[in-house]
């Protein structure tokens, strides 16, 4: 049979349900009797974060689609139905593990929230005593008349919808009204301890408000109530070719975010049909869009709740990464770099080091120019503040900054307008498309002439991230990598045409040929009788011409081996079709994010490292960067570290079945349990972290 014949016979897997799958993997850690109690219900906090974003991303086109009837096409009613049918199961089995799991094992452990009809009257006391103190004052119930319509809901906020008899103080019956809590309000509070208990009790702000709903409405009667939250499209979408000033755009469209098309709807489990009918029509949503949930219409704030609890026992044991085994603390990064590149595995090892070198660039008197992309960084930089101090101190900066890193682009936005006020010159890179390459260049004048050194890295320049991410950080002084990166810069500030490269890869321009064309290459020896394999670690696989090469490289007979954390559209193992391809997701405590690239073409081998995941977005429609690795010290350790503990990882690594479903590694047919298998990150934690 021909390689065209198998490749029709090629069926990709639905991107939005690969991405609810990885949603699965998530929750599964909400399940595990080997996870801490409170980490369980973090797991879970961070299902929902997740799912929201996916209705704030993905879910707009098959909405469309099911509110025209549309029978055709990429989006239709039939791909609405069956991701809206899909979500809801997920939803399901998440308040199913709330409610019946996590919430008895919290009490056993003296930790509880207490519902209204669970209350001692001392408790009822306090709670009527702090409703009338700290939160009444904050809300404003809007009782609904042709003067006032319903009211604007913003994007994931917590809502109350009243059903009222009675009159109004002008006689009208008017039996619908709103209150909308404050998002300043807290969403857990906890309550004074009981006399002689070691019990913590908490209580939710909706649980709080909904027994004092009446206060709000003095002299009618509410019948009927529930809480409610609406989320919305959130993608913002600015035609760069039109608009004159990028940034002033986008803080319009910021503005508007909050309140785009509406997409999904929840209501308490208990909400009637008449006021879920009522919010339904109010927002234009189908039925389908309706979910009722028994518990917090909100699990993402449940973070609040965790971060209020003082039981160390029900957390993972404290980690801190260690300080990189190439470096020695105090000498300069200058002098070690002359001497060879050096790698940092985040966060085994600490982004301090980062943050150091780039702090000995801004006090060293010998360096004019520091240039550096910014992606995401955080609320509060320490980044910022020494590019800050580097203006300050007379040298030149250079700041691509991205603006429309999703949901940072207000951060950006207030991050480029300070470095501009200082005197850095700020770029926003080329119109159209995405800066996502993480890069610093450093110029430094050495014995007469100027000598470059680079941080190049798979992760962002977030300190915060960098503690939980799983990146890989490069610090180089090779002059033909580092005089590519200065290429680079010189591209995205000028938008000159690009010269050919040294070392590098960059997209748009060269990276999605050049992968198509290595792994061709390992097809052609594999097809020729030569050894054949490929070996790649990344976030997501959706480029469709990409996975369409590595089933043609399967075919040939090259032996693939794919470490993909969340979305991927190729399907393993298919007979005939991806025989010797093997996929795995790894999802453990933290989160995988490094991108590593492996060719083996006969006796030859490359390394490469990547800011890219293999997306059609990434590799045409942002600015991203690979780089070959070739220190041999430096290549066995990130084949190592990165690809053969994550082949053998058998505790939190899922196996991909030809279906689209995945399975967990270590219970194939073993038996084993999880206590006793191999786990990646618990092993490199052990490694280089400190406890504590």
Avoid at 3 to 28: C, K, T, Y
């Amino acid at each position: 049979m021909s390689a065209n014949s198998h490749n029709n016979r090629l069926h990709f897997l639905d991107r939005d349900h690969s991405i609810l799958a990885f949603n699965e993997r998530v929750m599964d850690w909400a399940r595990r009797a080997d996870v801490p109690l409170l980490e369980r219900l973090r797991y879970l906090s961070i299902v929902s974060s997740n799912l929201d974003e996916f209705f704030e991303v993905r879910m707009a086109p098959h909405l469309a689609a099911r509110k025209t009837n549309e029978q055709r096409g990429l989006y239709t009613v039939a791909t609405h139905d069956r991701v809206s049918a899909k979500v809801h199961a997920l939803v399901a089995q998440q308040y199913a593990i709330y409610n019946d799991e996590l919430l008895p094992l919290l009490e056993k452990k003296g930790i509880k929230l207490v519902a209204h009809g669970e209350r001692n009257p001392r408790q009822r006391r306090w709670v009527k005593e702090f409703f009338v103190r700290e939160v009444q004052p904050l809300l404003m119930p809007v009782g609904l008349d042709p003067a006032h319509p319903f009211p604007q809901v913003a994007n994931k906020s917590l809502n109350f919808i009243v059903r009222l008899t009675g009159k109004d103080a002008f006689g009208r019956e008017n039996e619908i009204a709103i209150v909308k809590v404050p998002r300043i309000l807290p969403r857990f509070f906890r309550m004074p301890p009981i006399k002689g208990s070691k019990q913590t009790h908490f209580v939710s702000i909706s649980s709080l408000i909904r027994s004092h709903l009446t206060d709000l409405f003095p002299g009618r009667q509410v019948t009927e109530f529930s809480q409610f939250r609406v989320t919305r499209h959130s993608d913002l979408a600015v035609d760069e070719e039109e608009v004159k000033n990028l940034r002033t755009a986008l803080r319009k469209g910021l503005q508007q975010r909050h309140y785009g098309e509406a997409l999904r709807l929840e209501v308490s489990a208990g909400c009637s049909e008449f006021l879920s009918h009522f919010l339904q029509v109010q927002f234009a949503l189908p039925i389908e869009a309706l979910y009722r949930v028994p518990g917090p219409v909100n699990l993402v704030r449940l973070n609040q709740l965790i971060d209020q609890v003082d039981a160390p026992a029900l957390r993972f044991e404290g980690f801190q990464g260690g300080w990189p085994v190439q470096l020695t603390p105090g000498q300069s990064y200058f002098e070690r770099l002359q001497q060879g590149d050096v790698l940092i595995h985040q966060p085994y090892e600490s982004f301090d080091a980062v943050l150091a070198f780039l702090r000995e660039a801004v006090e060293d008197p010998n360096v004019l120019a520091i240039k550096q992309t910014i992606y995401r960084t955080g609320a509060k930089s320490e980044l910022m503040n020494l590019l800050r101090e580097a203006v300050r101190r007379g040298k030149e900066v250079t700041a691509v900054v991205e603006l429309k890193a999703r949901f940072d682009e207000e951060a950006n936005i207030n991050y480029a307008e300070r470095l501009e006020s200082v005197g850095a010159q700020v770029v926003y890179g080329v119109v159209g498309l995405k800066t996502h390459a993480k890069m610093l260049l450093v110029t430094r004048r050495e014995e007469g002439r100027l000598r470059r050194y680079g941080h190049i890295s798979t992760g962002n320049y977030n300190p915060g991230t960098a503690r939980l991410y799983t990146d890989l950080s490069y610090l180089t002084a090779d002059d033909a990598l580092t005089s590519d990166l200065e290429q680079i810069f010189l591209h995205l500030a000028s938008q000159n045409r690009l010269p050919k490269l040294n070392k590098a890869l960059i997209a748009p321009f060269h990276l999605h040929k050049s992968m198509l064309e290595k792994v061709e290459a390992v097809g052609a020896a594999a097809r020729d009788g030569k050894e054949a394999r490929i070996v790649l670690k990344m976030n997501a696989l959706t480029d469709e011409p990409l996975a369409r090469a590595l089933a043609h490289a399967s075919q040939q007979g090259a032996k693939i081996d794919l470490i993909v954390r969340g979305a991927c559209i190729l399907p393993a193992q298919v007979p005939g079709v991806t025989d010797n391809v093997r996929i795995r997701s790894v999802i453990g405590r933290l989160l995988e994010h490094s991108r590593v690239c492996f060719f083996r073409v006969d006796t030859v081998e490359e390394l490469w490292l990547s800011s890219a995941d293999w997306m059609n977005r990434n590799m045409l429609r942002r600015v991203e960067l690979a780089w070959p690795v070739t220190d041999p010290a430096l290549r066995h350790r990130i084949m190592d570290e990165c690809i053969n503990a994550y082949l053998h990882d058998t505790k939190d690594a899922w196996l991909l079945q030809p279906n689209g479903s995945y399975v967990p590694a270590g219970l194939t047919g073993t038996g084993r349990t999880r206590s006793v298998m191999h786990s990646a990150q618990t092993t490199l934690m052990a490694r280089y972290g400190s406890k504590g």
